[in-house]
């Protein structure tokens, strides 16, 4: 492979080390997760994989079963117990999420099936009616395509142009040409918190800030974020902010949009039918309020209870230890990974969440996956979803390791076994 060019020695590196959360016991809270205890290979699984989808506690998955043995049934359309009682969770659900990130009011909690459609949502609810002919949408150059491609759509489609804020060697935006992008014409900023395919923490409150100064409002993509950050959407004051149940130790085809209640009274329904009208005859429809004005059709009820049980069992660890350890993780696997001949970490911003894209001079990241693989290393290789933060380092694919709460210093230690592995492979 050719020797990767614009990579920098991480700045972890020169720092002193970055010390644990104290009393904080990873091995106990990864034995909470069944998944975790599984052996590939006859080798116990080292699960490096989280910013892809991270695997669910006990707790969650006990609660989804109870829910479906117990108290299963459908929401807002019954008068029955159990109708009435499926509700109460799933309205407990979103106020759960709601106090997560601090949202003012719990109809500003809308339930979609993933950050992507939390995106879609915005784009053409908020965007077709916003964004016209001659007007801007800026974007950074280290969107997922889910925060990329709706805007580039829509621009496309209303006659609109999409700017890209660009990015350092680094991986972090470039905040100086941001304010010159912004201008009279921008009507909307979409950025992410986080960057998948690097681990960049971007600097929200000042793009969202230097946003609202423009006249233009600020969605950001919380895909990456939620698991590892505290998110306070008053604090931000965010327009719009997106996450995935997923991501965050909840289960798979729920995510969340939230949205100032002022935008989601204005905004068109994204999809229409059951549950979200007021009046309907053949000739007109009329539409309820928001959360249910964009919740058509039966919504995933189950989900947003897991993803309750997945928020309360996040909030009894406390997401500010999470991230303690985490950053204990990412220090040693960055110092560690940076002593192997011929890795270079790609991406080396100075606030990271626990993530490292790298390159090896001597395989492929579809190789390294795959060797990887064989010692029970789960890790993603690949574009990411991210082609332009690809193109950028003039690299195919990277091959990312990804750490969550339940992840050891052992993980990491199997980590770069495996890697020595590849090398000699390869040699
Ligand atoms: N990134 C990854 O391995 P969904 O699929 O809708 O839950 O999330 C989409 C998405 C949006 N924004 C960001 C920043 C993301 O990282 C993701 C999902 C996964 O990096 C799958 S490509």
Same mark, same amino acid.
């Given at each position: 492979?050719?020797?990767?060019?614009?990579?920098?020695?991480?700045?972890?590196?020169?720092?002193?080390?970055?010390?644990?959360?104290?009393?904080?016991?990873?091995?106990?809270?990864?034995?909470?997760?069944?998944?975790?205890?599984?052996?590939?290979?006859?080798?116990?699984?080292?699960?490096?994989? $989280? +910013?892809?989808? %991270?695997?669910? &506690?006990?707790?969650? !998955?006990?609660?989804?079963? =109870?829910?479906?043995?117990?108290?299963?049934?459908?929401?807002?359309?019954?008068?029955?117990?159990?109708?009435?009682?499926?509700?109460?969770?799933?309205?407990?659900?979103?106020?759960?999420?709601?106090?997560?990130?601090?949202?003012?009011?719990?109809?500003?909690?809308?339930?979609?099936?993933?950050?992507?459609?939390?995106?879609?949502?915005?784009?053409?609810?908020?965007?077709?009616?916003?964004?016209?002919?001659?007007?801007?949408?800026?974007?950074?150059?280290?969107?997922?395509?889910?925060?990329?491609?709706?805007?580039?759509?829509?621009?496309?489609?209303?006659?609109?142009?999409?700017?890209?804020?660009?990015?350092?060697?680094?991986?972090?935006?470039?905040?100086?040409?941001?304010?010159?992008?912004?201008?009279?014409?921008?009507?909307?900023?979409?950025?992410?918190?986080?960057? $998948? +395919?690097?681990? %960049?923490?971007? &600097?929200?409150?000042? !793009?969202?800030?230097?946003? =609202?100064?423009?006249?233009?409002?600020?969605?950001?993509?919380?895909?990456?974020?939620?698991?590892?950050?505290?998110?306070?959407?008053?604090?931000?004051?965010?327009?719009?902010?997106?996450?995935?149940?997923?991501?965050?130790?909840?289960?798979?085809?729920?995510?969340?949009?939230?949205?100032?209640?002022?935008?989601?009274?204005?905004?068109?329904?994204?999809?229409?039918?059951?549950?979200?009208?007021?009046?309907?005859?053949?000739?007109?429809?009329?539409?309820?309020?928001?959360?249910?004005?964009?919740?058509?059709?039966?919504?995933?009820?189950?989900?947003?209870?897991?993803?309750?049980?997945?928020?309360?069992?996040?909030?009894?660890?406390?997401?500010?230890?999470?991230?303690?350890?985490?950053?204990?993780?990412?220090?040693?696997?960055?110092?560690?990974?940076?002593?192997?001949?011929?890795?270079?970490?790609?991406?080396?911003?100075?606030?990271?969440?626990?993530?490292?894209?790298?390159?090896?001079?001597?395989?492929?990241?579809?190789?390294?996956?795959?060797?990887?693989?064989?010692?029970?290393?789960?890790?993603?290789?690949?574009?990411?979803?991210?082609?332009?933060?690809?193109?950028?380092?003039?690299?195919?694919?990277?091959?990312?390791?990804?750490?969550?709460?339940?992840?050891?210093?052992?993980?990491?230690?199997?980590?770069?076994?495996?890697?020595?592995?590849?090398?000699?492979?390869?040699?």
């Amino acid at each position: 492979m050719t020797p990767v060019m614009h990579l920098n020695t991480p700045s972890h590196c020169t720092q002193s080390p970055v010390e644990p959360p104290a009393g904080f016991d990873a091995a106990a809270i990864r034995a909470q997760f069944p998944v975790l205890q599984r052996e590939f290979n006859g080798k116990p699984l080292v699960y490096l994989d $989280n +910013a892809a989808t %991270t695997q669910k &506690p006990r707790p969650v !998955i006990d609660t989804i079963t =109870h829910f479906y043995e117990h108290d299963y049934g459908t929401v807002r359309r019954g008068v029955y117990a159990l109708c009435e009682g499926s509700t109460r969770a799933y309205e407990e659900a979103r106020a759960k999420v709601s106090r997560f990130i601090n949202a003012p009011l719990s109809c500003g909690v809308i339930f979609t099936k993933g950050t992507t459609e939390a995106i879609n949502l915005v784009a053409t609810g908020y965007g077709r009616p916003n964004v016209g002919r001659g007007d801007e949408v800026i974007v950074s150059a280290l969107e997922h395509h889910a925060n990329l491609v709706p805007w580039q759509q829509l621009c496309k489609d209303v006659g609109a142009t999409l700017k890209v804020i660009p990015i350092n060697d680094a991986g972090e935006l470039d905040m100086a040409a941001y304010k010159k992008l912004l201008s009279k014409k921008t009507k909307l900023v979409a950025v992410t918190h986080v960057s $998948n +395919a690097l681990g %960049t923490v971007n &600097p929200i409150k000042a !793009i969202i800030d230097e946003a =609202h100064q423009a006249g233009a409002v600020v969605l950001v993509d919380g895909a990456q974020a939620a698991s590892h950050i505290p998110i306070d959407v008053q604090a931000l004051d965010c327009d719009f902010y997106c996450f995935s149940g997923h991501k965050l130790y909840g289960p798979s085809g729920i995510g969340v949009l939230y949205a100032k209640i002022c935008h989601l009274d204005e905004m068109t329904p994204y999809q229409y039918g059951g549950e979200m009208i007021e009046s309907v005859t053949f000739e007109e429809s009329t539409f309820t309020k928001p959360p249910n004005k964009f919740e058509a059709g039966t919504p995933p009820i189950v989900q947003a209870v897991g993803l309750g049980a997945a928020i309360d069992y996040v909030n009894q660890i406390g997401l500010p230890t999470i991230a303690a350890w985490e950053a204990y993780l990412l220090d040693i696997a960055t110092r560690k990974l940076s002593t192997i001949d011929g890795l270079h970490i790609v991406g080396t911003a100075a606030d990271k969440v626990s993530l490292i894209s790298f390159v090896m001079d001597q395989a492929h990241p579809l190789d390294i996956g795959t060797i990887l693989d064989t010692e029970a290393i789960a890790i993603r290789t690949g574009h990411h979803c991210a082609q332009p933060v690809m193109k950028r380092y003039n690299l195919p694919a990277t091959a990312r390791a990804s750490f969550a709460f339940y992840n050891t210093v052992d993980d990491v230690d199997r980590l770069v076994a495996g890697l020595h592995k590849v090398i000699e492979l390869f040699e």
